[in-house]
């Protein structure tokens, strides 16, 4: 793998990346315990379960591994692997939506939604009864699939438009707008639910 | 600096990202001062924000599946397990192919 085309990695992560190709699992163990949290939150955020977000999240490792020799590092490593793991859940969902349980009508929204409250709460998440919390998932769900794939992205503090951007494969400006417009279909939507 | 209502909405959203620049922000920060308005549509998408972000957030996340380097070190540090046996599987096949030849020689002899 060539120095240019990690030209946007730190060297740190470049060496581990060929640490990795060279069939080093142990530095392939350092990339998923430095990654494995975010992409799981992602996995989970768009699958709103916990046995297929760990699922996908496993599954993304297993492709990195095998990809990481083609990995051309015209985008970050985190911005990359948020991408796979983007493809896996929206691949999964669309599965699931398929299934005859739920062509039939059989699922309920509330077995997608955790009945456990965070055990890591902020204060002001606390405030944020259960209920409330299965009716924003419920209207975040409900949103078309190209606004809630930038609301979901957005809802990770550490991530620039640019990088929504390269992980859904579109022009800044239409992050911008797609996030403008979720926004104030949410806003009008906890209105109308009393929930603001 | 003027700002158009459409340009307004669309650097509400950036502004509140922090996505707008340096310059940018200063202007916004500006209107916001004398728009009450602005002010109070920025605080309801920051609300909106938090809610989401809150609603979104996994309950617990696993820790991180760990892959056994175990094989790979024995095969760095030691030969592994099966090599090693294979030795000793074949001095015990020899030794019962010595006790079989002597078995034999000796019943031929009609010491046995």
Redesign the interface.
Known sequence: MSNRRLSLLDSEESERIARVVEGDLRAFNELVDQYYRMAYSLAYKVLNNEDDAREITQDAFVRMHSALDGFRGDASLKTWIMRIVMRLSLNRRRDRSRSSWRRLGLHCNEESVQETAPCFQTPEAEYISRETRMQVQQLVDRLPDSLRQVVILSSFEDLSYEEIAQILNLPIGTVSSRLHAARKKLLQQFREHDIL | MFFSNRKK??S???YL?G?LTGTQSIDFSEQLAFNADLRSQLA??A????????????????N??????TR?EAVRVNPPSRRRLKPAALAAAGLLVTAGITLASLRRRGIV
């Open positions: 909405q669309r509400l959203s950036a990202d996505e309801d998408f609300a909106t924000d938090s809610l989401v972000r809150n609603a979104l957030t996994p309950p617990r996340i696993p991180p599946p760990v892959v056994s380097t790979d």
